[in-house]
């Protein structure tokens, strides 16, 4: 039996709405989006990584996501992307390494002022239908915010669920850095945004990356490097990227909870066109 991993990227609250809209559209055709063998989930690709292997159906978290009964208490974010992006380049000028990078972000996210760990970890809480780690194989990828290192939480990590996830989303400079022992993590996305790397070995990986296509890639790689590398080795890869209109869903702060219903919706639209190919890949 082929052995199948789920790898979830990251792209905020607009990333984890469309895709849950694509995972459900694609579990209503018949795919076997909740069985997987292997999760990898980076920053809202984590949220979404705990939540599908939280033993809820595809339908009710779709539901989470565009019910305003049912959807979670989110902490303002006024995302200024033009100033988010100018702060990224000047640290990248000065940077030596993809390390060297990650050092510099997570050195900028300790000393911007943001919102406490608790008031974030108890919005982070809420989105998840279970606090406890999944039978599933679960993988969530953060960066150690003083070295600069890459750092995988799973169920054999010994940190807490909700911790692992909230480390994970710790967008710098918007999210404070999450404390779990006695290191300070910060966005999985910091080191990829989709991190496919991890599924290495895997004999079939869907890729869901809330970044648009025509997204620039980082220096130090991104995407199209990892699945290159990944179909290399004889890896079976199908990537999904948001459409026209699930871009237009998304709107301009993917950090803004007025997203959610219409982008949830608008991945679901995509996923149902996007099935029949899927299926096919990946089961």
């Given at each position: 039996?082929?052995?199948?991993?789920?790898?979830?990227?990251?792209?905020?609250?607009?990333?984890?709405?469309?895709?849950?809209?694509?995972?459900?559209?694609?579990?209503?055709?018949?795919?076997?989006?909740?069985?997987?063998?292997?999760?990898?989930?980076?920053?809202?690709?984590?949220?979404?990584?705990?939540?599908?292997?939280?033993?809820?159906?595809?339908?009710?978290?779709?539901?989470?996501?565009?019910?305003?009964?049912?959807?979670?208490?989110?902490?303002?974010?006024?995302?200024?992307?033009?100033?988010?992006?100018?702060?990224?380049?000047?640290?990248?000028?000065?940077?030596?390494?993809?390390?060297?990078?990650?050092?510099?972000?997570?050195?900028?996210?300790?000393?911007?002022?943001?919102?406490?760990?608790?008031?974030?970890?108890?919005?982070?809480?809420?989105?998840?239908?279970s606090h406890t780690w999944?039978?599933?194989?679960?993988?969530?990828?953060?960066?150690?915010?003083?070295?600069?290192?890459?750092?995988?939480?799973?169920?054999?990590?010994?940190?807490?669920?909700?911790?692992?996830?909230?480390?994970?989303?710790?967008?710098?400079?918007?999210?404070?850095?999450?404390?779990?022992g006695d290191r300070r993590?910060?966005?999985?996305?910091?080191?990829?945004?989709?991190?496919?790397?991890?599924?290495?070995?895997?004999?079939?990986?869907?890729?869901?990356?809330?970044?648009?296509?025509?997204?620039?890639?980082?220096?130090?790689?991104?995407?199209?490097?990892?699945?290159?590398?990944?179909?290399?080795?004889?890896?079976?890869?199908?990537?999904?990227?948001?459409?026209?209109?699930?871009?237009?869903?998304?709107?301009?702060?993917?950090?803004?909870?007025?997203i959610r219903a219409p982008?949830?919706?608008?991945?679901?639209?995509?996923?149902?066109?996007?099935?029949?190919?899927?299926?096919?890949?990946?089961?």
């Open positions: 039996m082929k052995r199948r991993a789920l790898v979830l990227g990251g792209g905020g609250l607009a990333g984890i709405a469309w895709e849950t809209g694509i995972l459900t559209a694609l579990a209503d055709a018949g795919a076997d989006v909740l069985g997987p063998d292997l999760v990898v989930g980076t920053s809202a690709g984590s949220t979404v990584g705990a939540q599908v292997t939280s033993g809820l159906a595809m339908e009710e978290l779709f539901q989470r996501q565009v019910d305003p009964a049912l959807q979670t208490r989110e902490l303002p974010a006024d995302l200024d992307l033009a100033a988010f992006t100018d702060t990224l380049t000047k640290i990248l000028a000065g940077a030596r390494d993809p390390i060297d990078v990650r050092r510099r972000i997570g050195a900028w996210a300790l000393e911007t002022p943001t919102v406490t760990e608790a008031e974030r970890r108890a919005v982070v809480a809420a989105r998840l239908p999944p039978r599933l194989p679960l993988a969530l990828v953060a960066v150690d915010a003083n070295t600069g290192e890459t750092r995988v939480f799973d169920a054999a990590s010994g940190a807490d669920l909700v911790d692992a996830v909230a480390a994970s989303c710790a967008v710098p400079g918007t999210w404070p850095p999450v404390t779990i993590y910060i966005d999985g996305g910091v080191r990829s945004n989709e991190n496919a790397h991890l599924a290495a070995g895997y004999d079939q990986v869907l890729v869901l990356s809330p970044q648009p296509p025509g997204t620039p890639a980082p220096p130090w790689g991104g995407l199209d490097d990892e699945v290159d590398q990944l179909r290399r080795r004889g890896t079976e890869v199908t990537v999904v990227r948001p459409d026209e209109g699930s871009v237009a869903a998304m709107g301009l702060n993917p950090l803004d909870p007025v982008t949830a919706h608008a991945g679901r639209e995509q996923g149902r066109r996007e099935a029949a190919r899927v299926t096919s890949a990946w089961g």
